[in-house]
């Protein structure tokens, strides 16, 4: 069976064609209807039929088969092609109350998201979605890096306490879903090498913002015997190419989102590492203002966290991604490790994306002393009777070892410029909602 874009060419004309999809557009005239099908990937197909060989009830989104002779037809859209249709075989007839149309709340399309998907730009999205994920997986079978799965049901945080689901498990006792899969990562260096997955991270966001999910896709990954530099490489290396081989591949699809990808035609190595303490210098020349725990606005400075506003800052000049590195011990969970070369400091990093689009993903090295982690860990609330597997990996032959995490819808909301990350993923998830 061919698909609508299979018979944009010239090898086709004249000849009978079969294409299945569903009703998008629906032109009723005297003597002839037209009959646009989008097909089950998206392509879009004119076709032609005599208004009294039509079925009167044929609604927008019923399911056809079309089949009739291939005409090249300058007035046909989407490249001038049209079936000469002898045949319309209807699956089904769809309701007529189709709920999705032109102009309709934001709410209402999340509400119908399982219809909404059907919508050409979110076609393009789950597409382009589609290649991020292949190329990602790609990059680190090229390289030589082993994909395990993480378990998402788990005992301990990773990434502090206060964003952990925590859900009910057998005879009274409970667990939590996992924020990353970072420590099953580190435990697997030790048997398998540079190692990587890619799960569903949740986190009980309480703040609604155009980057924050409940549950997001996160791709993460974890070497031996690296140092910082060597994390960032890989990242860089990775990225880039993500990116190289996804606009090629997904033009059209960025073409239909009107989303331009000229700038990310520069995203190649090196990406530019700036220091933590550089950026706050940076910021605060700029008059950089944040809120204090008790609500009063100050200028930023040394020890407080990069937070949307200051990234965007931070990146808004820039075409292509940049490391911001060398974080407070402070502000980071209780595995980073510290600079041996500058107290108080981690050998931490996070990406930027350029343009304004902010943190895309944190890694670093990993701390390998079990009295500092044990003391961190105390200090972040955490029961340390979860942790006693996470720590054996620094008991029996510990090794520097380090890696990152990336949010793909991050990912996603930089290079297809979609403001609010909700369209970047198929189905979101977020403090409101949990459905469809
Ligand atoms: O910065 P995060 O919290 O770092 C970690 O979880 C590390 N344990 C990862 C690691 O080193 N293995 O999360 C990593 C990335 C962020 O940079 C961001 O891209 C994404 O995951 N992310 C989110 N994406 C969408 N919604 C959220 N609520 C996200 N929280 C993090
Ligand atoms: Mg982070």
């Known amino acids: 069976m061919l698909r609508a874009n299979d018979l944009k060419s010239t090898d086709h004309i004249g000849e009978k064609v079969t294409v299945r999809g569903w009703v998008y557009r629906l032109r009723k005239q005297k003597e002839n209807t037209f009959v646009i099908v989008r097909d089950e990937r998206g392509g879009i197909i004119q076709s032609v039929f005599p208004t009294n060989n039509i079925s009167p009830n044929l609604t927008i989104e019923s399911s056809v088969e079309v089949t009739g002779i291939l005409n090249k037809d300058a007035r046909a859209p989407e490249g001038g092609y049209e079936i000469r249709g002898t045949n319309l075989r209807v699956f089904n007839i769809s309701d007529a109350n189709y709920p999705i149309g032109e102009f309709q709340s934001v709410d209402l399309l999340l509400d119908n998201r399982h219809l ?254 079990n009295l500092s982690i044990t003391k961190k860990m105390e200090k972040e609330g955490l029961d340390i009777k979860s942790y006693q597997w996470y720590l054996d990996l620094r008991k029996y032959g510990s090794v520097p070892h380090g890696g990152f995490g990336l949010g793909i819808e991050r990912l996603m909301r930089w290079i297809t410029k979609i403001e609010d990350i909700k369209d970047t993923i198929l189905f979101p998830r977020t403090m409101s909602r949990v459905s469809p």
């Open 116 to 369: 909404t998907l059907r919508a050409r730009k979110m076609i393009a999205v789950a597409k382009i979605r589609a290649s991020v994920l292949k190329f990602a997986r790609n990059w680190f079978i090229t390289n030589d890096w082993m994909e395990i799965t993480a378990p998402i049901i788990v005992k301990g945080a990773v990434e502090g306490g206060s964003t952990l689901f925590k859900v009910k498990y057998f005879n009274n006792d409970y667990a939590y879903l996992s924020q990353s899969a970072q420590l099953y990562l580190e435990a697997m260096v030790f048997s398998l090498g540079p190692v990587w997955s890619l799960t569903p991270s949740f986190r009980a966001e309480t703040s609604r913002t155009v980057r924050h999910l409940s549950e997001f896709t996160h791709l993460e990954a974890e070497a031996p015997w690296v140092d910082l530099e060597d994390i960032l490489k890989v990242q860089e290396q990775l990225v880039s190419y993500i990116v190289e081989n996804v606009i090629i591949e997904r033009q059209d699809d960025f073409a239909l989102l009107k989303s331009d990808i000229s700038v990310l035609k520069n995203t190649r190595p090196p990406f530019e590492r700036i220091s933590y303490e550089k950026a706050i210098d940076f910021l605060r020349s700029k008059d950089f203002t944040v809120v204090d725990g008790n609500g009063v606005n100050r200028k930023i400075e040394l020890g407080d966290d990069l937070n949307i506003d200051s990234e965007r800052e931070l990146s808004k000049k820039h075409s292509r991604p940049l490391f911001v590195v060398g974080y407070p011990i402070a502000i980071k969970p209780f595995y980073v490790k510290e600079d041996p070369q500058n107290e108080g400091y981690g050998l931490t990093a996070d990406m930027l994306a350029p343009n304004g689009f902010g943190e895309i993903t944190s890694g670093g090295m990993r701390e390998d002393n």
